[in-house]
């Protein structure tokens, strides 16, 4: 890895672990991170490629809060709880195509009377399928020096506390439900880890920058855009295209910003870079954006960070 942790834990909006770029011991050479970057702008282009409609709608809002929550619970790191998130996400998303295609094709009479019975077993089942996803994630990033893995017994006993009593087997059963769903797919990046990643170059580039704190302010912002994706990204269209509204066509081809992880990524950077130092978001964001993580003009770009901006002040002023 790039960057080195400390254990550690906070709220949603809490200090996050201790995180040491440039390490002496464990970071790598800036060759190797900028063909780490491509690697990761690779796999994002390509799921900008096959977005859908329905991408991303089990990844924001009370969905995200909840993963954000239980992952706190369990004192797991920020990279666990966005990896969790995008496991939940791509998880509910084929899990339900694949029962409705059942439905559509096994049912012969009253398929909208099983559908909806269908739909209101998935809803029972959402707390446990968030827990299992937070697992998964926590054993995908867990190594020697850190192993807070969550262990079935421990999601038993958070699930009781919701009244909801499920064996250990049937936890195991729906952490194998989710793994053979995603096809054993899950070793997938998560915005922390390209935000990571960038910063960690920006430092070879710019050794006096604090990318410590930029990281911490950077990861709060993220917080805030999944927490309030709906108002941030509405927000977003209407200030780049001067709409007030927009059709479903709009919308649909508005997927490739709501899903591009790089955008974000690196507008979360030049964000960070202005709450902390007006003075040096020129030559910061400048820089981060030339990695061709986004295709955008200058004037998009700052309507971007006055977005994410305002979200912050709207949440620090409320």
Known sequence: ??????????????????????????????????????????????????????????????????????????????????????????????????????????????????????????????????????????????????????????????????????????????????LKTLNYEVSTASPVTSLEIILEILGFEFPDLDTKILHMISVKIMDLVYLEHKTAYNQLFKRVTGQQQFTESEREKFLSVTNNKMFLVVSLIAAATYIIDKTSTDKVSLNTFIYECIHHTDKTAYLILDVWCNLCVQYYDG
């Open 1 to 178: 890895m790039s960057v080195s942790r400390r254990n550690g834990s906070g709220s949603i909006f809490g200090s996050p672990p201790d995180i040491y770029f440039q390490h002496k011991i464990t970071g790598v050479t800036k060759e190797i991170l900028l063909e780490w970057l491509s690697s990761l702008n690779d796999e994002n282009e390509k799921n900008i490629s096959d977005c859908y409609p329905s991408m991303g709608i089990f990844k924001y809002g009370e969905f995200a809060e909840f993963i954000f929550l239980t992952c706190e619970k369990f004192k797991l790191s920020d990279e666990v709880r966005y990896l969790a998130v995008e496991l939940f996400d791509r998880f509910m998303n084929k899990h339900t195509e694949e029962l409705y295609q059942h439905i559509l094709t096994s049912v012969k009479n009253k398929k909208k009377k099983y559908w909806h019975i269908v739909q209101e077993r998935m809803q029972k089942q959402i707390l446990l399928r968030i827990s299992s996803c937070c697992q998964i994630a926590s054993k995908l990033t867990s190594h020697y020096k850190v192993r807070l893995v969550i262990i079935n017994s421990q999601i038993k006993n958070f699930l009781s506390e919701f009244d909801l009593n499920y064996s250990t087997e049937s936890i195991l059963q729906s952490e194998i439900r989710v």
